[in-house]
């Protein structure tokens, strides 16, 4: 058994989160199938005894689907009306896929000011606990269609980083395009590696190049990063996946797949 597969068999509570990249086909729009089947790999977790809090990105990719006439508008408040309408068709999709397995799910949206205010945090903290225990799954993302530069988070690595905090998390899962950290680009660099295993934030910091973000996301290897030096502290591994391979968290269990483990 390897170190990614212990992790995931000694985790009650685990935070996925699910990037922009992730939930969007080629072009552009909303990936139902990609939800559909998570929502079946959740499932079995849930079945093994395990709950689920799910960090979605991906309400401006569901807005395009929905308004593909509002594709090229760069207004920032037309942004923000993108994901106001993206937000309702994201979990709709969430709903139908987890509906699917007999789940029900529930939507908490947040700013920067919720984990700010020590009154908010325990009221978020209250409602994840109960949602969880009653069997559903929470699925969480910034509330992009009201958060400012002074007030947003920014990227939903940190905000899932926060969450499994908040939470008191075993392990957060983090899935994105990649299959984990690499000591290079590994869509630039073919002699690019993969590093399996993360015991020093530091240390991991002065071997590899960190690119930009890319094309859906708004963040990169470094808001993963940062996910990672908030969680470790609190004694919550990480870990960072290929969340576009088939069957991801499935294989992650078997062994079959790997990833980045960030250790704790």
Avoid at 168 to 185: E, K, P, Q, V, W
Wanted: proline content about 2%.
């Amino acid at each position: 058994m390897n170190n990614i597969q212990e992790a995931l068999k000694n985790s009650r509570k685990i935070v996925i989160k699910i990037g922009s990249n992730t939930l969007a086909k080629a072009d552009g729009t909303q990936n139902t199938e990609f939800m559909a089947n998570l929502a079946r790999q959740c499932s079995e977790l849930v079945k093994q005894g395990k709950q689920i809090v799910l960090v979605s990105s991906g309400a401006q990719v569901s807005g395009v689907s929905t308004l593909k006439e509002w594709a090229r508008k760069k207004d920032k408040h037309f942004r923000q009306a993108l994901c106001a309408i993206g937000q309702v068709e994201l979990m709709t999709q969430w709903r139908k896929a987890f509906a699917a397995q007999n789940i029900h799910i529930g939507q908490l949206l947040f700013t920067k000011e919720d984990f700010e205010n020590d009154h908010r945090s325990l009221n978020i903290r209250n409602t994840l606990f109960t949602l969880a225990d009653e069997g559903v799954i929470p699925i969480i993302n910034e509330n992009d269609s009201v958060s400012t530069d002074e007030f947003t988070i920014g990227d939903n690595d940190n905000l899932s980083a926060l969450t499994a905090i908040l939470w008191s998390a075993d392990l957060l899962i983090l899935f994105s395009d990649i299959d984990g950290i690499y000591t290079d680009n590994p869509k630039t660099n073919p002699e690019a590696s993969l590093i399996e295993t993360v015991s020093s934030i530091p240390e991991l910091r002065k071997t590899i190049t960190i690119g930009e973000a890319n094309s859906f996301g708004t963040g990169g290897i470094e808001t993963k990063i940062q996910a990672a030096e908030k969680t470790i502290p609190y004694g919550i591994p990480m870990l960072l996946a290929n969340g576009g391979k088939e069957n991801i968290l499935e294989n992650l269990s078997n062994g079959t797949s790997k990833g980045t483990l960030f250790l704790a």
